[in-house]
């Protein structure tokens, strides 16, 4: 475009652990807030942003699972974690002047809106950036799954998936300094071998649907926007 702009419409999606910083539980304010000024920042371009936040940092249904409950009451669980990070997101990107709306999978009217696929859509025309929260509201799923369904339904150019490193490695970058991290990779390699940039229910999802996902680092400041205007590194899955 005309702007520089890479995407018009894209889906961000962020773990729960991204929001506790250095804690080892529960969301750490400065470090939501610094993660809403990257969404600022990116919003400001003038794309339009749609969000799904895990819930690893309140609740994973499978560790529920792991001591004797019943996996889909689990699920629930962390699908309602996700909610209290979505609302927090919400409140930190509105404390920038970010108009927000969280929209949940489970409806919960009191809180924030029932998912309407429409309405989604509206918000984003209107250029307020869109927080899906709960999932896909079914157990058994995960909020990557999420993040590439509601990509799907709104319409996203890619999924953005914010990690800790700065995209795909053959092995972890973290214990081995000889790691590489690809350039772009396909969809059926990530799977053959196990890559982890996502499950493989989300993978497959995106692969069905042509959906490109962009593995990035979170830790880098100004590393979204930067991506957006056709800079920096990162791993193309498609
Ligand atoms: N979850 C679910 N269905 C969904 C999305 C999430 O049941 O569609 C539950 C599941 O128990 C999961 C938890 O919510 O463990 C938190 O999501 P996730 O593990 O994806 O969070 P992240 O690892 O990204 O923080």
Redesign the pocket.
């Known amino acids: 475009t005309s702007t520089g702009v890479t995407h018009r419409r894209v889906m961000l ?5 991204a929001l506790m910083g250095d804690q080892g539980y529960g969301l750490h304010p400065p470090t939501v807030a610094r993660i809403a000024q990257e969404v600022k920042s990116v919003h400001d371009l003038g794309v339009e942003i749609c969000m799904v ?5 309140i ?4 560790q ?1 699972s792991a001591q004797g409950m019943e996996r889909a009451t ?6 309602l ?2 909610v209290m990070n979505a609302l927090a997101m919400q409140a930190a990107l509105e404390s920038l002047n970010v108009f927000t709306r969280v929209i949940s ?1 489970i409806p919960m009217d009191q809180v924030c809106e029932p998912y309407i696929r429409r309405r989604a859509v509206r918000h984003l025309e209107k250029k307020r950036v869109v927080v899906f929260a ?13 993040a590439t369904l509601r990509a799907n339904e709104m319409g996203c150019e890619a999924v953005f998936k914010g990690t800790k490193v700065d995209g795909v490695y053959d092995k972890d970058p973290k214990k081995f300094p000889d790691a590489r991290r690809y350039d772009r990779v396909t969809y059926d390699e990530v799977l053959e071998k196990n890559l982890g940039v996502m499950d493989a229910t989300a993978i497959a999802l995106a692969r069905d649907n042509n959906l490109p996902i962009i593995v990035f680092s979170l830790d880098e400041p100004g590393g979204f926007r930067g991506i957006l205007a056709g800079k920096g590194t990162y791993t193309r899955v498609q």
Do not use: C, V
């Not at 936040?53 to 940092?57: L, R």
């Not at 609740?59 to 499978?62: A, K, Q, V």
């Not at 709960?134 to 999420?146: C, E, K, L, S």
């Open positions: 999606k962020i773990s729960g652990e936040i895990g819930g690893g940092n609740f994973r249904g499978l529920g689990a699920d629930y669980m962390g699908m974690a996700t999978a709960a999932g896909t509201g079914n157990p058994y799923f995960t909020t990557d799954t999420a």
